[in-house]
């Protein structure tokens, strides 16, 4: 999987304009999950669009980032359940899922919907 | 902008009330005072400065508003874990009273504490049991971090026996029980206004507090815009 941006405006254009938080299927169809999770990540840590870009799988988070504490990561747990439209049971939360962006990403996709992976294999 | 004192309407006898506030007031006798009703907890503090800049833009607007203290709450001597949502509410009704407030504005959680009998605006309405849900989570993943373990189950049940300190807010039972189930008032003149209509990501999210000019100049001129219109139709 590539960390390069694959539209390079996509991630200024989902935070920039007023689109809603919690319209996930117009989400699902302009932008990748990766793309999606890293304009979270920016939410959460505050980061331009060139910041949120230069995130790669091996990017540290929990443990790694002193500002992301625990309440920041509930949130950040929080947000990802309303955008991605999953639940994320408390026994998913663990340190390999929170310690870097891959981790997430990998947990997120793996609880994206089946008919979303579906679709998204089809494509494929 | 002035910081002056309020007087929470409880009792003083059972020690939960406190005879004094503090409440930050945009105070010029204007035809619209707008009561502020902050976010709550970790929220109240990342959105402290947010909800000054809206108080400052709705000023020049040329509307009244007013932010008040809870007791238990910043500068407050009352103890957090002695508080309860009713009292809150009580206390919330009485800041509107004797502010003379015509309309409140909620932030966040602050909706839970909104007098119904008010007009206003809800941003961003957060619900008890979502507050409570991650306040939870971050203690879980605290635990977690430090080698322990625990359930939210085992928590909750904790907490509704005998208060809970989550995330560092040390919460008593009354208002654990009442956060489980607190819903948002169906309070049919308080307008619900949605991050989208504000811009951009809500700074509640953010894991250091920060500040957005546009986002809080964004949100004053829904609420004067919206007042504006009632102004006109009453005309």
Same mark, same amino acid.
Not at chain 1, 3 to 19: G, H, L, Y
Not at chain 1, 38 to 51: E, M
Not at chain 2, 26 to 36: E, H, N, P, S, Y
Not at chain 2, 97 to 120: K, V, W
């Given at each position: 999987?590539?960390?390069?941006?694959?539209?390079?405006?996509?991630? +200024?254009?989902?935070?920039?304009?007023?689109?809603?938080?919690?319209?996930?299927? +117009?989400?699902?169809?302009?932008?990748?999950?990766?793309?999606?999770?890293?304009?979270?990540?920016?939410?959460?840590?505050?980061?331009?669009?060139?910041?949120?870009?230069?995130?790669?799988?091996?990017?540290?988070?929990?443990?790694?980032?002193?500002?992301?504490?625990?309440?920041?990561?509930?949130?950040?747990?929080?947000?990802?359940?309303?955008?991605?439209?999953?639940?994320?049971?408390?026994?998913?939360?663990?340190?390999?899922?929170?310690?870097?962006?891959?981790?997430?990403? +990998?947990?997120?996709?793996?609880?994206?919907?089946?008919?979303?992976?579906?679709?998204?294999?089809?494509?494929? | 902008?002035?910081?002056?004192?309020?007087?929470?309407?409880?009792?003083?006898?059972?020690?939960?009330?406190?005879?004094?506030?503090?409440?930050?007031?945009?105070?010029?006798?204007?035809?619209?005072?707008?009561?502020?009703?902050? $976010?709550?907890?970790?929220? @109240?503090?990342?959105?402290?400065?947010?909800?000054?800049?809206?108080?400052?833009?709705?000023?020049?607007?040329?509307?009244?508003?007013?932010?008040?203290?809870?007791?238990?709450?910043?500068?407050?001597?009352? +103890?957090?874990?002695?508080?309860?949502?009713?009292?809150?509410?009580?206390?919330?009704?009485?800041?509107?009273?004797?502010?003379?407030?015509?309309?409140?504005?909620?932030?966040?959680?602050?909706?839970?504490?909104?007098?119904?009998?008010?007009?206003?605006?809800?941003?961003?309405?957060?619900?008890?049991?979502?507050?409570?849900? @991650?306040?939870?989570?971050?203690?879980?993943?605290?635990?977690?971090?430090?080698?322990?373990?625990?359930?939210?189950?085992?928590?909750?049940?904790?907490?509704? $026996?005998?208060?809970?300190?989550?995330?560092?807010?040390?919460?008593?039972?009354?208002?654990?029980?009442?956060?489980?189930?607190?819903?948002?008032?169906?309070?049919?003149?308080?307008?619900?206004?949605?991050?989208?209509?504000?811009?951009?990501?809500?700074?509640?999210?953010?894991?250091?507090?920060?500040?957005?000019?546009?986002?809080?100049?964004?949100?004053?001129?829904?609420?004067?815009?919206?007042?504006?219109?009632?102004?006109?139709?009453?005309?």
């Amino acid at each position: 999987m590539s960390s390069k941006p694959i539209v390079s405006n996509a991630f +200024a254009a989902d935070t920039a304009t007023d689109t809603p938080l919690r319209v996930v299927s +117009a989400d699902t169809a302009t932008a990748s999950t990766e793309e999606r999770l890293k304009s979270i990540l920016s939410d959460v840590l505050g980061l331009d669009a060139d910041d949120a870009q230069s995130l790669t799988l091996d990017s540290g988070l929990f443990g790694h980032l002193p500002e992301l504490d625990s309440m920041a990561v509930a949130g950040l747990l929080t947000e990802i359940e309303d955008r991605f439209d999953i639940v994320i049971e408390d026994d998913d939360v663990d340190g390999e899922m929170l310690e870097t962006f891959g981790g997430l990403l +990998a947990f997120v996709e793996a609880r994206m919907s089946p008919d979303v992976s579906a679709i998204a294999s089809d494509q494929g | 902008m002035e910081v002056s004192t309020w007087s929470p309407a409880r009792s003083q006898s059972d020690g939960k009330g406190s005879k004094d506030e503090l409440i930050v007031t945009f105070d010029k006798g204007r035809t619209a005072r707008i009561l502020i009703l902050p $976010a709550l907890f970790d929220e @109240a503090n990342k959105l402290r400065r947010f909800t000054l800049t809206v108080m400052r833009a709705l000023d020049e607007m040329g509307i009244d508003s007013a932010l008040p203290d809870w007791p238990g709450c910043n500068e407050s001597l009352a +103890a957090l874990e002695a508080q309860t949502l009713e009292g809150w509410r009580a206390d919330a009704l009485q800041a509107a009273q004797s502010f003379g407030a015509t309309h409140c504005l909620s932030i966040r959680a602050g909706a839970l504490l909104a007098p119904t009998q008010l007009s206003g605006w809800q941003y961003a309405p957060l619900d008890g049991p979502k507050l409570l849900s @991650a306040m939870l989570r971050a203690r879980m993943i605290a635990a977690r971090e430090a080698g322990q373990s625990e359930t939210r189950e085992d928590l909750l049940e904790r907490g509704r $026996a005998e208060g809970l300190t989550l995330a560092g807010w040390p919460l008593g039972a009354p208002l654990v029980r009442a956060l489980e189930s607190a819903a948002l008032n169906a309070a049919p003149a308080q307008t619900v206004i949605d991050q989208s209509a504000v811009g951009g990501a809500g700074l509640w999210l953010r894991a250091e507090p920060d500040e957005n000019t546009d986002q809080a100049t964004a949100l004053a001129q829904i609420v004067a815009q919206d007042l504006a219109g009632q102004t006109g139709e009453e005309a």
